[in-house]
């Protein structure tokens, strides 16, 4: 695929910045499992928290293929800054669509600009998949919420001070009976003036997020702080979905990328019987299955990515790059290990990071079961 001539000069930007800045950083944020503020400073005076959202907050106003051009680069230099950087791009987004004007003017600049972090608050210890399933509540109170439940597996819980929250405002409505609210971090530790943290959660990959369980006990929230309109929670997080599967996706993608340098450059320098193990067909062959699936991943999330610049519905593009990209960087990083031997299996070799990763996105933003439901119910109603 072209890119354009501004594309191109924002991946080399990109990449250079991830290649001085980010990569020589991304083994301690993995070892000492601590959030990257220095490096999450850097992504906002840079201007790649905010590449796509609105001038007038202080974004870019770019379109969604250019920045998932630059994810795809800080992705490559360390996971977890990827990760921090498309929280941003979806919260940014998410706000841009349902807030309020007074809401966005509250929330954006600071966001973009990477003063303050927002968390997406669905999931719950007992509804992951099932969204409907949600159990938190809101209930009205004058002109207050209040709101009481716990959601599970927060990215960047501990670090972040606002959440976008999804809560059942009405028991009887099903899907409709769901809503979505703007809710501050509590200062004082006292649950009813905000979230409060439940517990880190210790992960195997994606480490230094500050993943967190939160809760909310007698929360009271303004009314103001609805996001969208009461009842359209679970359509607002559903649209929040598909744009995360094309960044999920680029995340994948980053992650498969660097896993196929690193096996090259390994492949090239080992020496086995006086030759470098990249003369073994056995090897080749993995490193050719990886070039390929990489290629074809990225091909479907810059499809994905120019259908939602174009206004056109990009639900099954998204689902398709999620699953496809996903499960390419769970083979590619599974097979780089292998080409890397021993060594692959240390914590000093990159690859190893990169293959605990890259099982995550498989399973979040949707499962790839879930992706699958998602792209078959697509193929049965158009047939
Ligand atoms: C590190 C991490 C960070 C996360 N960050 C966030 C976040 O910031 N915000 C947030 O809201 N959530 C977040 N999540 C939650 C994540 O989206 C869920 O874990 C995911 O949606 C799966 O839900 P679950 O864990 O409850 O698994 P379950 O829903 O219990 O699924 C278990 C298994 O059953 C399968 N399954 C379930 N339903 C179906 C079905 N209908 N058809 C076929 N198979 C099915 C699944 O594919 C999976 O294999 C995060 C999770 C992790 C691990």
Redesign the pocket.
Same mark, same amino acid.
């Given at each position: 695929m072209k890119l354009s001539d501004e594309q191109t000069a924002v991946r080399e930007m990109v990449r250079k910045f991830a290649q001085t800045e980010i990569e020589p950083r991304a083994a301690a944020i993995d070892r000492d499992d601590e959030f990257p503020w220095d490096v999450y400073a850097q992504l906002g005076d840079l201007g790649l928290l905010g590449l796509s959202a609105p001038e007038e907050h202080g974004g870019g106003g770019g379109d969604n293929l250019t920045h998932v051009i630059a994810l795809e680069e800080v992705a490559k230099a360390s996971g977890t800054a990827g990760n921090a950087m498309l #929280?941003a791009k979806l919260q940014t987004d998410f706000l841009t669509r349902c807030a309020t004007p007074e809401q966005a003017s509250t929330y954006l600049p600071d966001m973009i600009a990477g003063r303050r972090i927002c &968390?997406?608050? %669905?999931?719950e210890p007992g509804? /992951?998949?099932?969204v409907q399933g949600v159990r938190t509540t809101a209930v009205r109170d004058g002109d207050h919420f209040v709101l009481d439940g716990t959601?599970?597996?927060?990215?960047c819980g501990t670090v972040g001070d606002v959440a976008v929250v999804l809560a059942r405002t009405d028991p009887t409505a099903g899907s409709r009976g769901m809503t979505t609210f703007l809710v501050e971090k509590s200062r004082d530790g006292d649950p009813r003036n905000g979230f409060v943290i439940d517990h880190k959660?210790d992960?195997m990959g #994606?480490r230094g997020l500050g993943?967190a369980g939160i809760a909310f006990a007698g929360t009271r929230v303004p009314a103001a702080n609805v996001l969208g309109v009461v009842g359209d929670g679970f359509k607002n997080v559903m649209k929040s979905f598909d744009n995360g599967r094309i960044y999920i996706a680029t995340l994948a993608l980053g992650l498969a990328q660097r896993a196929f340098e690193e096996s090259v450059a390994y492949a090239r320098d080992r020496r086995v019987r006086d030759a470098p193990i990249a003369d073994f067909q056995g090897v080749q062959f993995m490193l050719s299955d990886m070039s390929v699936e990489i290629e074809a991943a990225r091909l479907l999330i810059h499809r994905a990515a120019e259908l939602k610049d174009a206004g056109a519905d990009f639900t099954l593009a998204a689902a398709h790059a999620k699953l496809y990209a996903s499960d390419v960087a769970q083979r590619v990083t599974t097979n780089a290990v292998q080409v890397h031997g021993g060594f692959g299996y240390t914590k000093e070799a990159v690859v190893e990071r990169l293959y605990r990763d890259a099982k &995550?996105t498989q399973?979040?933003? /949707?499962?790839?079961?879930?992706q699958r %439901?998602i792209i078959a119910r697509h193929i049965l109603k158009a047939s």
């Open positions: #929280l &968390l997406i608050c %669905v999931t509804a /992951g998949s099932d959601k599970a597996f927060m990215t959660d992960l #994606l993943t &995550l399973i979040y933003e /949707g499962t790839n079961q879930v %439901v």
